[in-house]
């Protein structure tokens, strides 16, 4: 499965492989990824994220947020009339927030925290690669030895390699739709602050408006997509990583571990490796924390609008757009519950683990040394993986959390469906 993943994550660099680097890339000789600090690679990335994303979309859309709300708030009721407040215009700018702000404040964390982000997943890549050795030694196999790929896997990475192609293929359509409806955001701009006659001037100013804008808007589209495709590898093969590792770990120790000595060598070992993990966690995990809360939100209110869209919004959305909204609440709740499941696995594998070797250590190097060891052991934490503003205030991360979650994103669903209908 590592295998799938790498060839995953190959073909989505290769795709965005000609884009403007991020502050964090892939890199497919090494299959690890690096992080980026050069200006000059960065002047592509600062300018989508700033011009492109920013001020023709984000700021425009957060302007037209501001004036709904004051129209509200002016009216006593909401402005129904309004041609900038219909509701397909209350959705383009919650996708706009969503999407662009998002991916905004991401990846400028991301250039923030590049090195330390780099150095604890490599090591989870690392880890990996050092287990798979020690088990193709076992097996008397060459080192670098891979089992190859099932017909289902191989099916599997095809299809899933087809994810930024698509996103690259629906931004013009996306772009297209909002110029033509007049949802992009600098229509918002120059016809409610300006106010341009476009009957007075000629059609050729008229078109190079709309051109510029379809542009802007489908460069903005993909440069979000590639971020948030980006966010979303480096957070779910990690997940899947992690709780790997820890079941190698303990596959390694029932294939490896014997008497005396030499078990005592390969506990350190695993400690060595476990401590990896631990300590790499240890050091980002509340900014991690932070993230994972920011995205678990705004992918919670995504797949709130989205379910609203597809219950409520049918008549105003065009056929070949429609089917998109219930396709991302599929793959978002498929994707947001897969790595939730990863990541409560790896509390639950870990404590299992250190418990598993503390009971072990008296059996294999007798009453003294095992209890020596037992209390090392004793002091080892399992991996806990949480969310929330730092250590202090945190929710880890567990079966009952995802529940939780699932049952947050179900009751603002129907009570947003209720006050609609209301």
């Not at 002047?43 to 709904?68: E, H, N, R, S």
């Not at 709309?210 to 979303?232: G, N, Q």
Request: charged share 20%; hydrophobic share 50%.
């Amino acid at each position: 499965m590592a295998q799938v993943i790498y060839q995953i994550v190959d073909s989505y660099y290769k795709t965005f492989e000609k884009f403007p680097k991020l502050p964090i890339i892939w890199s497919r000789q090494t299959h690890r990824i690096v992080a980026i600090r050069n200006f000059k690679e960065l002047l592509g990335w600062g300018i989508g994220c700033i011009f492109t994303m920013g001020l023709c979309v984000l700021i425009p859309k957060f302007a037209q947020f501001i004036y709904i709300v004051r129209k509200y708030l002016q009216l006593g009721h909401y402005p129904d009339g309004d041609r900038f407040a219909t509701p397909i215009q209350v959705l383009s700018v919650a996708v706009a927030l969503l999407a662009c702000g998002g991916a905004i404040s991401i990846s400028f964390f991301a250039l923030l925290f590049n090195r330390e982000i780099v150095h604890t997943v490599n090591s989870l890549f690392d880890m990996e690669q050092v287990l798979v050795t020690r088990r193709n030694l076992v097996h008397h196999r060459a080192k670098d030895y891979r089992d190859k790929f099932t017909p289902k896997e191989a099916l599997f990475a095809k299809v899933l390699g087809y994810v930024p192609l698509f996103a690259l293929y629906l931004a013009p359509a996306i772009a297209i739709f909002a110029v033509v409806n007049g949802l992009d955001p600098l229509t918002f701009v120059v016809e409610r602050y300006f106010r341009p006659d476009w009957r007075r001037y000629q059609l050729v100013r008229f078109l190079g408006f709309k051109t510029f804008s379809l542009i802007m808007l489908t460069a903005a589209v993909i440069s979000a997509s590639k971020i948030l495709l980006a966010v979303a590898c480096i957070f779910i093969f990690p997940a899947w990583f992690l709780q790997h590792n820890i079941r190698m770990l303990g596959k390694d120790y029932d294939a490896i571990g014997n008497e005396g000595v030499v078990w005592i060598r390969n506990v350190r070992i695993y400690i060595i490796m476990y401590n990896t993990i631990v300590i790499g966690f240890a050091r980002l995990g509340p900014y991690l924390a932070v993230i994972a809360l920011g995205m678990l939100v705004g992918c919670g209110l995504a797949i709130t609008i989205c379910n609203v869209v597809t219950v409520r919004m049918r008549t105003h959305l065009p056929i070949s757009l429609y089917p998109i909204f219930p396709f991302i609440v599929v793959l978002l709740t498929t994707v947001l519950n897969t790595v939730l499941r990863f990541a409560a696995e790896c509390t639950e594998l870990s404590a299992v683990l250190i418990r598993f070797w503390m009971r072990d250590a008296e059996q294999r190097v007798g009453a003294v040394a095992g209890k020596i060891h037992r209390e090392r052991l004793k002091a080892m934490k399992p991996i806990e993986i949480y969310v929330g503003l730092g250590r202090e205030t945190r929710m880890n991360i567990n079966k009952e959390f995802v529940c939780l979650y699932n049952q947050a994103i179900i009751d603002y669903t129907v009570k947003a469906l209720l006050e609609l209908t209301l």
